[in-house]
């Protein structure tokens, strides 16, 4: 018999009210990423563009984000949902080119969307030209 305390977080908090991570990328070879926590989020109501415009504007007046403030910041790729495998590299998943958020206009909730979803945020050109050759420095 289950209870409360035993269901998972995405079973308890609804899609109209998530906490989504993002991975704001500066650099693929550099690892350079810093990590924004958004809260209550209606994925329901939200689409791909006003996501991608709520996290440019925390980039631009949030302290703490200055370095990040020049990068170019055009393309969100799914990183993982809640309690899904996790991909080796760090700030990026490499696999499932399928997984970029292409479409602006469409609700995160289409693209399954819920409580700690995890999504990376970069410049696609960078990000391509990092796939040719994914290796990174120190």
Not at 7 to 22: G, N, Q, V, Y
Not at 44 to 71: D, F, H, I
Not at 108 to 134: I, M, Q
């Amino acid at each position: 018999m289950s209870n409360e305390h035993d269901a998972l977080m995405t079973e308890t908090i609804p899609r109209t009210s998530a906490t989504l991570t993002i991975r704001v990328v500066k650099s693929f070879e550099y690892r350079t990423e810093k990590h924004l926590i958004l809260h209550n989020i209606n994925c329901e109501t939200t689409t791909v563009g006003q996501l991608k415009e709520l996290v440019r504007q925390a980039v631009q007046t949030t302290p703490g984000w200055k370095p990040y403030r020049n990068a170019t910041l055009d393309t969100m790729k799914l990183y993982t949902k809640a309690h899904g495998s996790k991909t080796t590299n760090l700030i990026i998943n490499l696999d499932h080119d399928e997984w970029i958020l292409d479409d602006d206009s469409k609700l995160l909730a289409d693209h399954g969307f819920e409580n700690e979803t995890e999504v990376s945020f970069f410049g696609r050109e960078l990000y391509e030209e990092f796939k040719k050759h994914p290796e990174t420095k120190w």
